[in-house]
């Protein structure tokens, strides 16, 4: 998946044109600016959701990667159901790395709940997400998206509707999540050059 947020819209349009097709994006704000320019593609919500912007990002995102609890879940489940999005796609945010800073399920936490979200009737749990840890070489983060397949796989031996899906890997160690098992990788620095702050 192509990593779009800050990018403009126009040179989104070039990426589109060139065959990337599924964008993701941070902020619902910028999806929303983004989408109605690039027809034809699939957007995946990849930063946190505020539950008060759920029912948008509903509404606009194909997928959401960021599920990082329980109550969110529900929520999205229940509006998924009153705006005709059933079933939506998403992904179960595990903070493998027990990171205080990062959001997500802690795997024990996951592995308690995981009946429960699996039993929601309008999501579809495609599979897990996870942001790694910053380090200094790719080979670092190796540990981060074992500890994720691993995850899943006990995961979906309890829960057989889980999917297999592990989207973890970004721009500088990409090529060590595909080796854990990655199925979407978030790139983009690599497609886009550095990102523009402020």
């Known amino acids: 998946m192509a ?20 964008l993701g994006e941070n902020r619902l704000q910028e999806a929303e600016s983004k989408a109605p320019q690039l027809p034809g593609v699939t957007w995946h919500l990849i930063g946190p ?7 948008r990002a509903v509404e606009l995102f194909d997928v959401i990667e960021s599920v990082d609890s329980v109550d969110l879940a529900r929520r999205l489940d229940r509006l998924a159901g009153e705006v005709g999005r059933a079933p939506m796609d998403v992904y179960l945010q595990a903070n493998v ?4 800073a990062k959001a997500g399920f802690r795997p024990d ?3 308690t709940e995981i009946a429960a979200l699996g039993a929601l009737p309008n999501l579809n749990l495609v599979g897990l997400m996870t ?8 080979e670092e983060a190796r540990p981060t998206f074992r500890r994720l397949r691993e995850l899943s796989e006990r995961l979906r031996r309890a829960v057989p509707g889980l999917g297999a899906g592990l989207s973890m890997g970004m721009t500088d160690d990409y090529e060590v999540a ?11 620095r690599a497609l886009f050059g550095a990102r523009r702050t402020g």
Do not use: H
């Not at 349009?13 to 097709?21: D, F, I, N, P």
């Not at 790395?97 to 205080?100: A, F, N, P, Q, W």
């Not at 080796?179 to 978030?186: L, N, S, Y």
């Open 97 to 100: 790395d027990r990171d205080e």
């Open 131 to 138: 942001v790694g840890r910053l380090v200094g070489s790719p």
């Open 178 to 188: 595909i080796e854990e098992g990655a199925t979407v990788i978030r790139v983009g």
């Open 109 to 111: 936490d996951m592995e």
């Open 49 to 55: 959701l505020q539950s008060n912007k759920a029912r």
């Open 3 to 22: 990593v779009s947020k800050t990018v403009p819209a126009a040179r989104l349009a070039s990426a589109v044109a060139a065959g990337l097709t599924v």
